[in-house]
Nanobody
Framework: QVRLVESGGGLVQAGGSLRLSCAASGRTFISNYVMGWFRQAPGKEREFVAFINWTGGITHYADSVKGRFTISRDNAKNMGYLEMNSLNSEDTAVYYC???????????????????WGQGTQVTVSS
């Protein structure tokens, strides 16, 4: 099973940018997995942010981040990324990287679909 570790979170002013990273390790390669980013704000349920398939040829975004966030991956480095621009206070949350072996167009946005999760990284946007 793949293990995931997020990094890159922090405190940023509204309008600023952050780049989150997701490092994968284990007895398999991240290229075998599709990847997703989710976030959870205090008192709220975990919500879908972005998805990328094995090659990077298919991506999906939540409407709330479309045009501001970009998901990418580097299979040679076993890394996934989430570039976040034009951040606002509503983006404040713990961000999680997730991975799964399979891609279903109908369920990629469901947290329960993913078998592997990182521990999360805090992103705080100050206004």
């Amino acid at each position: 099973q793949v293990r995931l570790v997020e990094s890159g979170g922090g405190l940023v002013q509204a309008g600023g940018s952050l780049r989150l990273s997701c490092a994968a390790s284990g007895r398999t390669f991240i290229s075998n997995y599709v990847m997703g980013w989710f976030r959870q704000a205090p008192g709220k349920e975990r919500e879908f942010v972005a998805f990328i398939n094995w090659t990077g040829g298919i991506t999906h975004y939540a409407d709330s981040v479309k045009g501001r966030f970009t998901i990418s991956r580097d299979n040679a480095k076993n890394m996934g990324y989430l570039e976040m621009n034009s951040l606002n206070s509503e983006d404040t949350a713990v961000y999680y990287c997730a991975a799964d072996l399979k891609y279903y167009r109908e369920t990629y946005y469901l947290a329960g679909k993913y078998e592997a999760w990182g521990q999360g990284t805090q992103v705080t946007v100050s206004s």
